[in-house]
């Protein structure tokens, strides 16, 4: 049952994630790293990696909350608004990050956290196992996309390093989470379509 007042509140949600600033209770990582010179080519591309990562963050926004409006159980409900609540913080570090190397963030993030949002109440209308099962697969394959990004990122951009590096473990933690409450393991073609969909997200958002 949804009431009212639980609408508002995750409308609500929608809107500060979409189109105001985030804050993050931990400190940035990486935050009392000496900002390295870069050359203008360098800096335009790790604008462009932190982008992603950053539209990364709205659509986790997004899954969670659409997961935990279908979730049945309430300590998994718990669960995923706890980790939620974390990537609000990864969502603040990215943003930060961005404009501090003088870029933007996606201008499709509505269209985005709109799709999130589907997937997540789907997900969580199949039942928790592949709720869990959902975010699980999520998590790694967002950790093995950070792990690239490490890679990618220049080699003096030791800031944007760091955020990368620590939003990777959290996301190792997220998904550990969800093996222990008993995420079930995705079928071969829905863990295919899933990084096909990620593809297309991190192409177009490193641009746009």
């Known amino acids: 049952m949804f009431s009212i007042d639980r609408l508002i509140v995750e409308f609500d949600r929608a809107l500060r994630t979409v189109f105001a600033s985030s804050s993050s209770a931990r400190p940035v990582p990486g935050g009392d790293l000496p900002e390295e010179a870069l050359s203008d080519e360098e800096r335009r591309h790790a604008v462009g990696l932190m982008r992603i990562n950053h ?6 926004q997004a899954l969670y909350q659409g997961q935990s409006l279908t979730s049945r159980d309430p300590l998994v409900r718990e669960a995923l608004m706890s980790a939620a609540h974390e990537e609000v913080e990864h969502l603040a570090w990215t943003e930060m990050r961005i404009a501090e190397l003088g870029g933007r963030t996606t201008l499709l993030a ?13 997900a969580g209308v199949l039942g928790d196992r592949w709720n869990l ?3 699980a697969e999520t998590e790694r394959q967002v950790e093995a996309h950070l792990g690239g990004h490490l890679m990618l990122l220049p080699a003096g951009d030791v800031r944007s390093k760091a955020v990368v590096e620590q939003m990777r473990l959290d996301e190792m933690q997220h998904a550990e989470m969800a093996v222990r409450f008993g995420a079930a393991k995705l079928p071969g073609g829905v863990r295919l379509a899933m990084k096909l969909a990620a593809k297309v997200m991190t192409t177009t958002a490193y641009r746009l």
């Open 55 to 60: 539209c990364g963050e709205i659509c986790a």
């Open 110 to 122: 509505p269209f985005w956290y709109a799709g999130a949002l589907s997937m997540g109440v789907f």
């Open 133 to 135: 099962g959902f975010l």
